[in-house]
Nanobody, 114 residues
Framework: QVRLVESGGGLVQPGGSLRLSCVVS????????MGWYRQAPGKQRGFVANIGSAASTKYADSVKGRFTISRDNAKSTVYLQMNSLKPEDTAVYYC????????WGQGTQVTVSS
C-alpha cells in the first residue's frame, strides 16, 4: 500500500522560506515521478513542480527561480524548497506520486502573510 505524508507547512512572512517534505511508504518511490500541487481557497488544484525517477525537473512558470524540488531515494522523500514566498503562494500543498496510478498525500497548509 502506498502512503504519502507531507510536512513542513506553516505561516511565513512575504519573502520568507519554507521547506516541505513528503515521505512515501511502499517500494515504488525510486521508480516514480514525484510532484507537488497546490490548491488555494476557491481555486482548482494546480501543478507546482515534479521530479522524475532520473531527477529531471519541471516547474510551473509562477514558481520558477523561487522553488526547488528534490528527492532522496534512500529516504523515500521528496522536498520542495520554497524561497521568496509571496502571498499568492498561500495554499494547501499536496504531494503526488505517479506510478501505475496516482496517489496523493493529505496536504499541508502554507500561509504567506505579514
Amino acid at each position: 500500500q502506498v502512503r504519502l505524508v507531507e510536512s513542513g507547512g506553516g505561516l511565513v512572512q512575504p519573502g520568507g522560506s519554507l521547506r516541505l517534505s513528503c515521505v512515501v511508504s511502499g517500494r515504488i518511490f525510486s521508480r516514480s515521478v514525484m510532484g507537488w500541487y497546490r490548491q488555494a481557497p476557491g481555486k482548482q488544484r494546480g501543478f507546482v513542480a515534479n521530479i522524475g525517477s532520473a531527477a529531471s525537473t519541471k516547474y510551473a512558470d509562477s514558481v520558477k527561480g523561487r522553488f526547488t524540488i528534490s528527492r532522496d531515494n534512500a529516504k523515500s522523500t521528496v522536498y520542495l524548497q520554497m524561497n521568496s514566498l509571496k502571498p499568492e503562494d498561500t495554499a494547501v500543498y499536496y504531494c503526488n506520486l505517479a506510478f501505475e496510478g496516482f496517489y496523493w498525500g493529505q496536504g499541508t497548509q502554507v500561509t504567506v502573510s505579514s
